[in-house]
C-alpha cells in the first residue's frame, strides 16, 4: 500500500491486541488504509518522513492516530505530546487505544490534546464492538480537518 492511501496511523507494541484490532477493523470495512507500528519511535518516523519512511510525502497526514500508551523506544504519551505540540500535526485526531484505566495516565492524556480515551475491553466480543465504533465515529461521523 502507498503511504499515501494511509488514513489511519497504529501504533501498538503487542502483536495480539494488534491483531485483533486490526481484524476488527477489517471486519468492519476500515482497515484497507491502516499503516500499522510497533512502537513510538516508528509512529513519529512514519508522521515526520524519517528512515524508512523518508520518502513519504510529509504533507499526506493520516485521517486518524490509535496510539497505545506503554510502547518500547517512545512511549505513547511521549509521541502524543509530540504530535500535539506540531502545528503541522496537531489537528489529527489522536484516540488514545490502551489497557492502562490509571486516572493520571487519562488526565494527561487529555491534557496533552488526545481526542479521547478508550481502555482496551477485555472479552472479544467488546472489544470488537469498540473498534468497529471508533472506526464508525471517526472514519464517517466525524468531521475531520482537510
Known amino acids: ?35 500499522h507500528v510497533k512502537d513510538g519511535a516508528e509512529a513519529l518516523d512514519f508522521l515526520y518522513c524519517r528512515g524508512v519512511y523518508a520518502s513519504r510525502n510529509i504533507k499526506e497526514n493520516p485521517k486518524l492516530i490509535l496510539l497505545d500508551l506503554k510502547m518500547p ?46 481502555a482496551k475491553p477485555v472479552e472479544s466480543d467488546n472489544f470488537f464492538n469498540v473498534i468497529k465504533e471508533i472506526g464508525l465515529y471517526w472514519m464517517v461521523l466525524s468531521q475531520l480537518p482537510v
Open 73 to 118: 523506544k517512545i512511549s505513547g504519551m511521549e509521541v502524543l505530546e509530540t504530535i500535539k505540540a506540531d502545528p503541522h500535526l496537531r489537528s489529527i485526531p489522536v484516540v488514545i487505544l490502551t489497557s492502562s484505566k490509571e486516572d493520571p495516565d487519562i488526565q494527561r492524556c487529555y491534557a496533552l490534546g488526545a481526542n479521547s480515551y478508550i
Open 1 to 35: 500500500m502507498p503511504y499515501s492511501d494511509v488514513e489511519i496511523l497504529f501504533a501498538e507494541d503487542s502483536s495480539d491486541d494488534a491483531m485483533l484490532t486490526m481484524r476488527a477493523l477489517r471486519k468492519s470495512g476500515f482497515a484497507n488504509k491502516l499503516h
